[in-house]
């Protein structure tokens, strides 16, 4: 089955400062790659996500980036906030239409 | 997007016993799955909740512990039976929602949780 690892799993950061969490993947027939966010109690919340079609994708502050060659992606995020603070999942999507999910990403941003 | 609802939101129960817990979406949605999320820790797909058949399990996970009804699009229980103290996480119910549009990706979503602490 697919194999999802994530990194780093705990990110402190300066407020302003930019933050970057890598996932790499097995399944080269993977073909979707969504991010969640979630914060504490809550319910992961889809922020981005790339199609295997695409190299890059932006949103703002946040922009994901993949490397079908090389089976990983990255998430992006700039000009960080305080409100950034949650847990980040990448996610993994094969052909049998199921997620696989990264280990999570607790990113702290420092005001 | 899809509003989707779980009840009970938490509860507290006892060992041996068991807790069901539904999963209401407010549009009709082919895929529907429930997850285990321990405390710190990722999700942990538990089960593809067919409607009109038995649910798929993933590995590790067992009818007779997990038993799980789709009566129909926009619903789903999940039963946590026999509870014993490591039982005790977070269960999400979760939902594919087709794109509006033909480009448009599918995308899924995640009910609120429901928190079980078994003592």
């Known amino acids: 089955g697919e194999n999802v690892e994530q990194h780093p799993s705990t990110l402190s950061v300066q407020e302003g400062d930019s933050a970057v969490i890598k996932c790499t993947y097995s399944?080269?027939?993977?073909?979707?790659f969504p991010w969640y966010k979630q914060e504490l109690g809550k319910r992961p919340q889809l922020i981005i996500d790339?199609?295997?079609?695409?190299g890059e994708k932006k949103d703002q502050r946040i922009a994901v980036t993949l490397n079908k060659t090389a089976k990983h992606f990255s998430l992006h995020i700039t000009e960080t906030q305080p409100e950034d603070s949650a847990v980040y999942f990448c996610?993994?999507?094969?052909?049998?239409?199921?997620?696989?999910f990264g280990g999570g990403t607790r990113l702290m941003v420092k005001p | 997007s899809a509003v989707i609802s779980q009840k009970p939101s938490r509860d507290i129960c006892q060992r041996g016993t068991s807790l069901t817990i539904q999963c209401q979406v407010d549009?009709?949605?082919?895929?529907m799955f429930w997850y285990r999320q321990q405390p710190g820790q990722s999700l942990t797909l538990i089960a593809t909740?067919?409607?009109?058949?038995?649910?798929?399990?993933e590995s590790g996970f067992v009818i007779d512990k997990f038993p799980i009804s789709r009566p129909n699009l926009t619903f789903s229980t999940l039963t946590v039976s026999n509870m014993s103290p490591e039982d005790s996480s977070i269960y999400l119910c979760?939902?594919?929602?087709?794109?509006?549009?033909?480009?448009?990706?599918?995308?899924?979503?995640f009910g609120p949780g429901t928190r079980l602490t078994v003592l």
């Open positions: 979760s939902v594919v929602k087709r794109g509006a549009r033909r480009e448009e990706t599918d995308t899924q979503y």
């Open positions: 399944d080269s027939a993977s073909n979707y």
């Open positions: 790339i199609r295997s079609n695409v």
């Open positions: 996610a993994v999507h094969n052909a049998g239409n199921m997620l696989t």
């Open positions: 549009s009709q949605v082919t895929m």
């Open positions: 909740a067919n409607q009109g058949s038995e649910a798929t399990y």
